[in-house]
């Protein structure tokens, strides 16, 4: 009998300088998909494997960041982290929830941590085909493309899992928004 646990919780994590390193993985092949960050560069996600009895078990987190709510900021924010993986750093540390620190998360410590960072502008929620252009600088909405590109090159990795917990930051908004997107079956005989 396979059981899979969806939980959704809304928790924040923090960088952390001393633990395990999560590298980053970009998706260039996505790009002609349209799946892009907000300035057009491929999107990319953060893997640590689990260990131990909990190399079944995983936890998604989506980074918050806040939207921008207009071209201008829009335009600030492709030149940035929140909008461009050109400023993602090649590896990532966590604590807290994500936190591979079992005296400080004995609870999860050993799970699978995926870490989806923010470069939409829109909660991994945009889907504009045509992209917009303002002040010479060419802006994509397509945050849901970059969402399910990540989860399909991670597909066969969660075919496996026996609990899956999604989270996320930015007001709780990418996790609501997004939670529907993340169809894990049961198969209970």
Known sequence: MKVVVVLI???CAFW???AVTAPLT???DVVEKGAVCLDGTAPGYYWR???GNATKKW???QEGGGWCYD???CVGRSKSRLGSSKYFPKTMSFNGLLSDDCTQN?????????FLPYCDGASFSGNKDTPL???GTTLYFRGKRVLDAIFAALAEHFSTAEEFILTGCSGKITTRTNSNSFQLEQDIN
């Open 59 to 61: 936890i998604v987190h």
């Open 16 to 18: 952390q300088a001393t």
């Open 9 to 11: 919780l809304v928790a």
């Open 26 to 28: 970009l998706l260039p």
């Open 133 to 135: 252009e303002w002040k």
């Open 71 to 73: 071209e201008d900021s």
């Open 106 to 114: 004995p609870d999860f410590c050993e799970y699978n941590v995926v």
């Open 49 to 51: 494997p689990g260990t």
